[in-house]
C-alpha cells in the first residue's frame, strides 16, 4: 500500500463549479497535511496547510481533513481554467520530510 | 529574493560525468530538503538538513549522491558517476524548521544524463 494516495485522473470540471479533489494516507501518526499545485513543468506551489480534524478555508480554496479516516480533502470554489495543474498532497510526521502522493491531474473547461 | 533559488536550472552531462547542484534556502529557514521528481514518478524525498544537526540522508538512492550544507544556508548536491537513471528533476525546499512547517520549494533543476 502507498504511503499517500490519490487518483491521478483526470479530473474535469466545467468552469465556476466546485472541483473536490481526495487523498488517503496511511502512517496514522501523521501530523501535517499539504496541498501543492504544480504546472506543467514548474516547480510545486503551496496552497494549503491543515493539521487539525476539520475545514479551513482560504479563498476558493477548503482543506478538509478526518483523521480518524486517514483523509484529507481539497475543495476548489467557483473553478477557473487557470486551476488546470497537477494537484499534490503531502503528509509530514513531525520534522520530517514530506511524503507525497502522485498528483491528481485537473482540468478546468471553459 | 524571497524565494528558493537554485543553480544550474537545467544541466545536461554525460553518463559517468559528476555533477553539482546548487540550492539557496530562503533567508531564516533552518531547515532544507531535497527532492527528486522522475518523469511518472512521484516527488521522492532524497536528504534534510536541520540547522547544525547530522542530516537525514535516509532517501539518498545510492552512494554516488551526497550533500552538504555550508554555514547553515547553501547547500548543494553532488551526483557521482551520473547514470541515465538519475535524469530527474531536482526539488529544493526549505522551512523555518519547527514540526510541520510549510515547505517551500525552489525551481528546481532539470538534470538529463545522456
Known amino acids: 500500500q502507498k504511503e499517500v494516495e490519490q487518483n491521478s485522473g483526470p479530473l474535469s470540471v466545467p468552469e465556476g463549479a466546485i472541483a473536490s479533489l481526495n487523498c488517503t494516507y496511511s502512517d496514522r501518526v501523521s501530523q501535517s497535511f499539504f496541498w501543492y499545485r504544480q504546472y506543467s513543468g514548474k516547480s510545486p506551489e503551496l496552497i494549503m496547510s491543515?493539521?487539525?480534524?476539520g475545514d479551513k478555508e482560504d479563498g476558493r480554496f477548503t482543506a478538509q481533513l478526518n483523521k480518524a479516516s486517514q483523509y484529507v480533502s481539497l475543495l476548489i470554489r467557483d473553478s477557473q481554467p487557470s486551476d488546470s495543474a497537477t494537484y499534490l498532497c503531502a503528509v509530514a510526521t513531525g520534522f520530517q520530510k514530506l511524503v507525497f502522493g502522485t498528483g491528481t491531474r485537473l482540468l478546468v473547461s471553459p | 529574493g524571497a524565494g528558493v533559488s537554485q543553480s544550474p536550472s537545467n544541466k545536461v552531462t554525460e553518463k559517468g560525468k559528476d555533477v553539482e547542484l546548487r540550492c539557496d534556502p530562503i533567508?531564516?529557514?533552518?531547515?532544507l530538503y531535497w527532492y527528486r521528481q522522475s518523469l511518472g514518478q512521484g516527488l521522492e524525498f532524497l536528504i534534510y538538513f536541520q540547522g547544525n544537526s547530522a542530516p537525514d540522508k535516509s532517501g539518498l538512492p545510492s552512494d554516488r549522491f551526497s550533500a552538504e550544507r555550508t554555514g547553515g544556508s547553501v547547500s548543494t548536491l553532488t551526483i557521482q558517476r551520473t547514470q541515465q537513471e538519475d535524469s530527474a528533476v531536482y526539488l529544493c525546499?526549505?522551512?523555518?524548521?519547527?514540526?510541520?512547517?510549510?515547505?517551500?520549494f525552489g525551481p528546481g533543476t532539470r538534470l538529463t544524463v545522456l
Open positions: 491543515i493539521y487539525s480534524n
Open positions: 533567508s531564516g529557514h533552518t531547515a
Open positions: 525546499a526549505s522551512s523555518f524548521g519547527g514540526p510541520g512547517d510549510e515547505q517551500f
